[in-house]
C-alpha cells in the first residue's frame, strides 16, 4: 500500500514536472491552463528547477535532475536589476542552493549561494537590524519599509547553514540579530508579537497576532534553528512564544483545537479563522515535544481538508463557513501529516495523507500540469502551479510514504520550504550559535 503511494506520488510528480519542461522550460513557474509560464520578475530566476531538485534526488528521478541541474548551472546568473522579495528569495532558491550542495556535492551550488545570499545580506542594513522587504539583486538598493515576522525572521536556517559550510559567521549573525529584533519587541504583556512591523523604527504598525501567514515561519525557524544548530537562544525565544501562543491564540470549538487571531497585547482573539497556512503548526508542536496538542490539532486540519474534500485558505471554525475558498498546492496538511507520523508511527497518517493526495490528483490534475483551485466550493482550477508544489507538497507526500532509507528525518531539519539541510553539530559554538 505504501509503495504504490509512494509510486504514484514520483509519478505525479514526473507528470507535473514534464509539463514544466514542455510549456515553461527556462521560467519560473508553469500556467498549466493556459500552457504557458509565468516570471516572478523581468528576469526569470528558475524557481520551479531549483525548488523542484532536491525533490528529484529523493525520488531517484536521475534524468530529470541532471536536466534540471544543467539548466541551473548554465543559466542563473544574479547579477540582475531586480527588486526581489528577500523571503522568497532566501527560502525558495538560497534553501534550495543549499540543499542542492549538500545532496549532491557539486560546488558550484555553493558558489551560486554564497553570491545570491552577498547580494540578499544588504536588507539588513537597517537602524533595527531587521531588513528591508525587497533589494535590489544588481544595485543593493533596499526598499519596503514595513515588513512582517515571517519575512523578516526566516533566514536563519539557510544563513546559519551557509555559515556552517563557508565558515563565514556574519551570515548567521545578521540573520540572528533580526530575529532577536522581532522578539525584543513583543509584547510585555502577552508575549506574541505582531503582524507588521517598521524596519526603520520597530514600531508595530498592524498588531494582530496568530500563527497564520506573516508570522507562521518566525515560530518555526525559532525551533528549527534549535534543533539544527543547538542554538540555546532559539530555544529560549520558542520556549517563551510557544507558552504565549498556547495561553493566548489556542481555541477550541466543539471540542476541537484551532489557533485563532488576537490583538498583541491583551490575547483576546477576535477573529476564530484558521486556515491553510496554519496546518504546518501540527507539526511544529510536534516537533516541540507537545505530541498531545499535536495529535489535536492534526484532527482539525484533516476536518479543514475534508469539509469541502480540499482545504480553503481560511475558514472560521466556529462556524466552520469558509471565508476564502482559494487552494493554492499548499503543502502544510501533508507536512503536519508527515511529522505525526515520524513522532508517533500512528498509521492514521498515511491514510490523512493518502486521503490528501488523491483529493490533490481528483481536482488539481489537469491536461496541463497541477493547478490551485480558485474556490474549494466549485473546484474551478486557476491557471499557476507554484514552484513549491513540487518543492513541498509533493515531497511532503513522497516522504510520507517512501521507504525510510529515503531520508534519516533524525539527520536534516527542513527550511519552510522543505529544503532538508544536514544538522551540523560539530560546527556550533557552546552558545550554540555556529562558529567562526
Excluded at 35 to 52: E, F, I, K, N
Excluded at 56 to 64: A, I, P
Excluded at 109 to 136: E, M, Q, S, W
Excluded at 256 to 277: K, Q, V
Aim: net charge negative.
Amino acid at each position: 500500500m505504501r509503495e504504490q503511494l509512494a509510486d504514484s506520488v514520483k509519478q505525479e510528480f514526473t507528470y507535473a514536472w514534464e509539463q514544466y519542461v514542455r510549456n515553461a522550460w527556462g521560467h519560473d513557474a508553469l500556467k498549466p491552463i493556459s500552457h504557458s509560464y509565468y516570471d516572478w520578475y523581468s528576469h526569470p530566476l528558475l524557481m520551479t528547477p531549483l525548488d523542484g531538485f532536491d525533490t528529484m534526488l529523493l525520488m531517484g528521478l536521475k534524468s530529470q535532475a541532471d536536466s534540471a541541474k544543467t539548466l541551473l548551472l548554465d543559466s542563473l546568473r544574479f547579477d540582475e536589476d531586480i527588486s526581489v522579495s528577500g523571503f522568497e528569495v532566501t527560502i525558495r532558491m538560497l534553501g534550495g542552493l543549499l540543499s542542492a550542495y549538500e545532496m549532491d556535492g557539486d560546488k558550484r551550488f555553493l558558489k551560486l549561494a554564497v553570491d545570491l545570499a552577498g547580494r540578499l545580506i544588504k536588507a539588513f542594513d537597517t537602524p533595527t537590524g531587521i531588513p528591508y522587504r525587497f533589494i535590489n539583486l544588481k544595485t543593493g538598493k533596499a526598499t519596503g519599509n514595513l515588513t512582517n515576522p515571517a519575512e523578516a525572521g526566516t533566514m536563519l536556517l539557510e544563513y546559519g547553514t551557509l555559515t556552517a559550510l563557508t565558515g563565514d559567521s556574519l551570515y548567521y549573525k545578521t540573520a540572528k540579530r533580526a530575529v532577536e529584533a522581532i522578539y525584543s519587541r513583543r509584547s510585555k504583556k502577552t508575549g506574541l508579537v505582531g503582524s507588521q512591523i517598521d524596519v526603520m523604527t520597530g514600531v508595530w504598525v498592524d498588531r494582530e497576532s496568530s500563527i497564520s501567514g506573516g508570522t507562521d515561519s518566525y515560530y518555526e525557524y525559532l525551533l528549527k534553528a534549535w534543533k539544527l544548530f543547538g542554538d540555546e537562544d532559539c530555544k529560549g525565544m520558542w520556549d517563551s512564544s510557544i507558552l504565549a501562543i498556547n495561553r493566548h491564540l489556542a481555541d477550541t470549538s466543539k471540542g476541537m483545537l484551532w489557533y485563532g487571531r488576537a490583538e498583541m497585547d491583551t490575547g483576546i482573539i477576535n477573529r476564530p479563522l484558521y486556515g491553510a497556512l496554519d496546518a504546518f503548526f501540527a507539526g511544529m508542536l510536534a516537533m516541540g515535544g507537545d505530541t498531545i496538542r499535536a495529535i489535536a490539532l492534526q484532527k482539525s486540519n484533516y476536518k479543514m481538508w475534508t469539509s469541502a474534500d480540499l482545504e480553503p485558505e481560511t475558514l472560521n471554525y466556529r462556524t466552520m463557513r469558509i471565508t476564502d475558498g482559494y487552494y493554492a498546492l499548499r503543502p502544510e496538511n501533508l507536512e503536519s501529516c508527515y511529522y505525526l507520523y515520524q513522532y508517533t508511527r500512528d498509521p492514521a497518517y498515511l491514510s490523512m495523507g493518502a486521503e490528501m493526495f488523491r483529493s490533490l490528483v481528483r481536482y488539481c490534475r489537469t491536461e496541463g500540469g497541477y493547478a490551485a483551485i480558485k474556490d474549494v466550493r466549485n473546484m474551478v482550477p486557476d491557471d499557476l502551479m507554484e514552484s513549491y508544489f513540487l518543492a513541498e507538497t509533493l515531497k511532503y507526500a513522497y516522504l510520507l510514504f517512501a521507504p525510510e532509507h529515503t531520508l534519516d528525518f533524525s539527520e536534516v531539519v527542513f527550511n519552510t520550504e522543505a529544503h532538508p539541510f544536514r544538522r551540523h553539530p560539530s560546527s556550533t559554538s557552546p552558545d550554540g550559535s555556529p562558529k567562526t
